[in-house]
């Protein structure tokens, strides 16, 4: 006696779904089984977060990425883009500032060939002190080369202040005018003993105080704060 058909739900375990079709809604393939070449993870089984598509699958819905965002591991922006680009360039200096700045550091030099003139006689430097202030030959010595410390240190300073009022930092330009101003006065209190660099000296700090309080200076470190500003 034969038997009646088979249900076809009782097929043996070696069945597999044909070619392009899915397993039924809420059934699992068995471990380790991929979906077939273009076909998509059924239902509820999606990739999880973190994991890539296999190859001709698009990533679930909800999970593509939003237009300009960035993945991981991208570059920043570039600093300038946040603020609107780079800072401007520095305007062009007039005649004036550069004058000025000139006559400044010109005095400067003068002062060191002057200082240098000085040392140059040492000895004699020595038994003057040791004439008039009543010292010893190593106090004499001492207190010159103190002296000479100091003057470089403040020499260099100096210096240091001339390059910033260059940049265009007024509180350079203002230093510069005050220390000319004392400069002038102490050189006018003692003008009988000025010698040829010290009146050399004179005019120049004069022409540099001058020349840095003209309108196209007093303009150009104005535009020159604003543009540091803005940046």
Do not use: C
Request: without cysteine; charged residues 10%; neutral net charge.
């Amino acid at each position: 006696m034969t038997s009646g058909p088979q249900d076809p739900q009782q097929g043996g375990s070696s069945q597999q779904p044909g070619h392009g079709q899915q397993p039924g809604h809420g059934q699992q393939g068995g471990s380790g089984q991929q979906p077939g070449y273009g076909q998509q993870p059924p239902y509820g089984q999606q990739p999880g977060y973190g994991q890539q598509p296999g190859y001709g699958q698009q990533p679930p819905y909800g999970q593509q990425p939003g237009y300009g965002q960035q993945g991981y591991g991208s570059y920043p922006a570039a600093p300038g883009a946040q603020y609107g680009g780079p800072p401007s360039a520095p305007t062009e200096r007039p005649t004036t500032v550069k004058a000025g700045i000139g006559a400044f550091l010109a005095n400067t030099v003068l002062g060191l060939i002057a200082s240098i003139i000085t040392f140059s006689s040492l000895d004699s430097q020595i038994d003057d002190l040791i004439r008039d202030q009543a010292l010893t030959r190593d106090e004499a010595s001492t207190a010159l080369t103190i002296g000479a410390v100091v003057g470089l240190v403040l020499t260099a300073a100096y210096l240091l202040v001339i390059w910033f009022a260059w940049k265009g930092h007024n509180w350079a330009r203002i230093v510069l005018w005050v220390l000319g101003g004392l400069s002038v006065l102490f050189s006018l209190l003692g003008a009988a003993g000025l010698g040829f660099l010290g009146v050399v000296q004179l005019l120049l700090t004069i022409a540099g105080i001058v020349l840095l309080a003209l309108k196209p200076s007093n303009e150009w470190y104005k535009a020159e704060a604003q543009r540091r500003n803005r940046s």
